[in-house]
């Protein structure tokens, strides 16, 4: 079965600190991963994907097929990060499977 | 661009009643699918529509409907509201054939069910 899990419901670091937020999925087959986000007070939106390899906002994620992770990282977290982290798994369709978040708090 | 909306933002009913959702598709975009979001979990997907057709469902009893019209707005409508329901009901367009496919999600109706 398709599933996405987030261990951490609540992360708390203080500023300048390094976060990596956990992801790890279960899929037979060749998912695509993506990181959503949702700040206080506003929807939800994409904050990055696997295939494009690219850094948002200091962030990134590697995708790990031996261990089938996707952990979200950033060396020094600063107090905007704080929002809430939903890892997304999807099977090659629109069709979009989440994990149950996990909460950011940067401390100043 | 015009993002993508929904209404209402908020909605209280009793178990049984009916309730009929709505959302407004982003400029350009085609696809659109509904999630339920319940209190500390993330979005499940309920279903997609392509084009007015429904294009994948997910693990949602029949109870749970969709539509979507020729300028690819869409409602989501639930019969037989069961306390289970309250949840946070999230839209979200696409457009397939762009670069992997983006969702851009709307603000959430708040269903409360009494």
């Known amino acids: 079965a398709q599933r996405v899990t987030q261990p951490e419901k609540l992360l708390s670091v203080f500023k300048g600190a390094p976060v990596e937020l956990k992801c790890n999925y279960s899929y037979s087959g060749s998912p695509e991963l993506f990181w959503y986000v949702q700040y206080s007070r506003q929807r939800l939106q994409l904050l990055l994907r696997h295939i494009s390899r690219e850094s948002i906002k200091g962030f990134t994620a590697d995708l790990n097929k031996g261990e089938t992770s996707f952990h979200l990282k950033k060396p020094f977290a600063q107090e905007e990060d704080s929002a809430m982290y939903y890892c997304a798994l999807s099977d090659n369709t629109d069709k979009l499977i989440f994990g149950t978040g996990t909460r950011l708090q940067v401390f100043p | 661009e015009t993002g993508v909306t929904q209404s209402p933002t908020h909605l209280i009913k009793t178990r049984g009643q009916q309730v009929t959702l709505r959302c407004s598709s982003q400029?350009?975009?085609?696809?659109v699918s509904w999630y339920q979001q319940a209190l500390g979990q993330g979005p499940q997907f309920i279903f997609q529509y392509y084009r007015e057709e429904e294009n994948g469902r997910g693990n949602f009893p029949p109870r749970f409907s969709g539509l979507q019209f020729p300028n690819y707005s869409s409602e989501l409508n639930v019969n037989a509201l069961e306390l289970d329901d309250s949840a946070l009901y999230l839209c979200?367009?696409?457009?397939?054939?762009?670069?992997?496919?983006?969702?851009?999600f709307g603000p959430g109706t708040r269903l409360t069910v009494l």
């Open positions: 979200a367009s696409s457009r397939p054939g762009t670069a992997y496919n983006e969702q851009f």
């Open positions: 400029s350009g975009h085609n696809t």
